[in-house]
């Protein structure tokens, strides 16, 4: 028996579908624990590539149970897409796929209340991804959201058009011009739950408990990263679950003495999509040049990702708060071509040196203190052991789980499934 967890470490987008679908032999069950459609998760293998959303990276192994716990939000809209997009695959989905009566569903006036809450901030919008997240989060801490479970009660629909008439009010209640036909897409909405009942609903608190006492081993997969975090990421430019480790606990209804390893995925450098602080981002030809090279867009909305270099300021507190046990170093080949490589290890804040992850991150509070790295030239795409790989690069993978007092179990050298070197 054991229970893992594997969540990202920065502002999302660290490589975590990658990393779970090269782990899923390992283990029986994959359960997301948070988040929804705005995550966007990338697989790559045989010359395919793929990028799933709420369904858990496991799905692509024959032998593992993929659960979508009770902490994720779920759009039935997205989610037939997704189930779409996975039919050329020839996969049987729907008998490996099982989903918590007690996740919530997203309605399309959700995203609605996303899109007008968003337009209504102006300038300090958050960027979100407009999937309706916030709003559905909201409802489910209101104590007024519709669950998966819900579906399968005979009051259904009177328990939606109350919730949606409710919403109708809130959204004229902002000041901004928002254009919708709400029949059509209660119509898309309805046609997709009809599809969300062909799939196995479970409480799946209880499903992941009797599996732990049979001796099952359970990787649990995040959404976004620890910096998104509702009470420890950038606040207010987060996402509005917990990313972290304890959002695994209440997620999926797992116990914290049942969780064994946590695994943290990071980028060798940082990105972040969206609106925030974020205090190692270049305005350069090197930021522009990781863009480029890492095709920094992201999965979900095509969105260009802001680039800069590795905060480890930042991420010893993403280690902190999760308990990290191994970390995972993503992209380290789009580094490769770097003369000198920049590391933050520590912030000037308010004129001070301080090595800890502050209250205020923002520009005029924060200015980050880098040590200067040798870089390396090598490609190191088509690399498949440690020891291939540049001495510098070694330095460079060396130099941050010293300062992490963390191991770097695996670095990735490209999106590829085989790209992935064990240490
Ligand atoms: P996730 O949300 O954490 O699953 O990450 P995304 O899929 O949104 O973004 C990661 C992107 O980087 C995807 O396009 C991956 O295919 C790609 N990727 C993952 N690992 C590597 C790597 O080691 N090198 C390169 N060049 N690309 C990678
Ligand atoms: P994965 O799982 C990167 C960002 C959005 C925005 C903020 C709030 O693929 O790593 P939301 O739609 O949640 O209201 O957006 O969070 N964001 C992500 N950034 N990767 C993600 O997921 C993200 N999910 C949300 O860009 O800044
Ligand atoms: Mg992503």
């Not at 496991?58 to 032998?63: P, Q, R, V």
């Not at 979100?128 to 997240?133: A, D, N, V």
């Amino acid at each position: 028996m054991t229970v893992d967890l594997l969540l990202g470490l920065q502002w999302g987008d660290e490589g975590k579908g990658k990393i779970v679908d090269v782990l899923t032999s390992k283990y029986d069950i994959i359960a997301r624990f948070q988040g929804g459609p705005n995550a966007g998760h990338t697989l790559e293998f045989d010359g395919i590539k793929h990028v799933l959303r709420t369904i858990p990276s496991g799905i692509f192994h024959a032998n593992s149970v993929n659960i979508i716990g009770n902490g994720v939000v779920m759009d039935p809209v997205v989610f037939q897409k997704e189930l779409e997009g996975l039919e050329k695959f020839n996969m049987d989905v729907k008998s490996k796929l099982l989903i918590s009566r007690k996740a919530h569903l997203i309605l399309p006036t959700h995203r609605l209340l996303d899109a007008a809450s968003e337009a209504s901030k102006g300038k300090a919008k958050i960027g979100s991804t407009l999937k309706g997240i916030g709003p559905t989060y909201m409802d489910k801490t209101g104590r007024n959201g519709i669950r998966i479970g819900d579906i399968e009660l005979a009051d259904f629909k009177e328990r939606y058009r109350s919730l949606a008439d409710k919403h109708e009010a809130m959204i004229s209640f902002y000041d901004v011009d928002l254009q919708y036909d709400l029949k059509e897409l209660e119509d898309e909405f309805f046609a997709s739950i009809e599809v969300l009942k062909t799939l196995t609903f479970i409480d799946s608190e209880e499903y992941l408990n009797q599996a732990i006492k049979a001796g099952k081993s359970i990787l649990c997969e995040g959404a976004q990263g620890s910096l998104l975090d509702i009470d420890f990421g950038t606040y207010p430019f987060v996402t509005s679950s917990n990313t972290t480790a304890a959002g695994a606990c209440t997620g999926l209804g797992i116990a914290p003495n049942k969780v064994k390893e946590v695994f943290g995925i990071f980028k060798a450098y940082t990105t972040r999509v969206g609106s925030g602080p974020f205090p190692t981002e270049l305005f350069d030809e090197d930021g522009q040049t990781m863009a480029r090279v890492g095709n920094e867009f992201g999965s979900v909305t095509g969105r260009a990702r802001r680039c800069g270099w590795l905060d480890l300021v930042a991420l010893k507190y993403a280690v902190q708060v999760n308990g990290v046990t191994a970390l995972y170093m993503m992209k380290g080949d789009v580094l490769s071509g770097f003369k000198t490589l920049k590391i933050c290890t520590a912030y000037r804040y308010k004129g001070e040196k301080i090595s800890h992850f502050p209250y205020n991150i923002e520009p005029e509070n924060v200015e980050p203190i880098y040590q200067e790295m040798k870089g390396w030239q090598a490609d190191l795409t088509g690399m498949t052991s440690y020891n291939e790989l540049p001495q510098e690069l070694k330095t460079y993978i060396e130099f941050i789980e010293k300062e992490l007092e963390v191991p770097i179990k695996v670095v990735s050298v490209g999106p590829d499934r085989k790209q992935t070197i064990l240490r």
